[in-house]
């Protein structure tokens, strides 16, 4: 029975993530939502899934007591193990305009520290938030494995050889989540743990997306 966290899990790629491992009987999925009953997507995966496998759990990567929460409850359900920490929420906040723009055009740098602060706590902090959340979980898990969903906007190679300067704020605190990674991999390798930063590439999140989105970026 391998259990799955999903955290960010409402729309887009994580909702996926959800709907895919949920076709598996043998698993459970935890999947977290910020906001469990305006969650609609992720209630009707819940709702569909064949075997009735998938749990909502609230919680915010901003709030690292939300996630403690949790995985509480988690620990309840499964005896105190989880086998694998999916972590894909990013801030990707289509609705003010500033997603877009590189470091030049924000209208002030008061908004563009705003922004990269935002950015930041979601993507950066959220990703140490969850792990730290689920790490007494997983040391007790079968397989100690940690995925944070990233991006090959993260990665300074892509962004210098594609010439990509929109998505400053998104880039740069994906960029630190990747350091991130890079050092619970180092530091839990020795314990048999797997920490692995993935990019999906360029996927079309339109069909759950929040709010319009602008064409999608080739890298
Ligand atoms: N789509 C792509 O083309 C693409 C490409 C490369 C990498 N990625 C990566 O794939 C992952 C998912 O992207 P997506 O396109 O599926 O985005 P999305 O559709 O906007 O979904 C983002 C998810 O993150 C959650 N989230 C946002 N802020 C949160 C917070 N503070 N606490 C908890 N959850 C939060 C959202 O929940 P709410 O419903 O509560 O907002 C939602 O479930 C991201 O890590 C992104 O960097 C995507």
Request: hydrophobic share 45%.
């Amino acid at each position: 029975m391998p259990t799955y966290a999903v955290i960010g899990a409402t729309r887009g790629v994580g909702l996926e993530i959800v709907r895919q491992l949920a076709a598996n009987p043998d698993n459970t999925v935890f999947a977290t939502a910020r906001n469990v009953e305006k969650s609609l997507h992720l209630a009707k995966v819940i709702q569909e899934a064949p075997a009735k496998n998938v749990v909502a759990l609230q919680a915010d990567v901003v709030d690292h007591r939300s996630l403690k929460v949790a995985a509480e409850k988690i620990a309840q359900a499964t005896g105190g193990a989880l086998d694998v920490l999916i972590h894909n929420a990013a801030k990707m906040d289509y609705a003010n305009g500033n997603l877009y723009r590189s470091l030049t055009e924000y209208e002030s740098m008061d908004a563009l520290d705003a922004e990269f602060i935002e950015a930041f706590k979601v993507n950066t902090l959220g990703a140490i938030h969850s792990v730290d959340a689920f790490l007494p979980l997983l040391r007790k898990g079968s397989t100690k494995k940690i995925v944070i969903i990233s991006t090959d906007g993260g990665e300074r190679d892509v962004v210098w050889k594609t010439g990509t300067t929109i998505l400053a704020a998104y880039c740069v605190t994906k960029s630190a989540e990747n350091m991130v990674m890079t050092k619970y991999a180092a530091e839990l390798v020795d314990e048999g743990f797997i920490v692995a930063a993935i990019s999906p590439g360029v996927v079309d999140v339109s069909g759950t997306a929040a709010s319009p989105r602008m064409s999608a970026i080739s890298w």
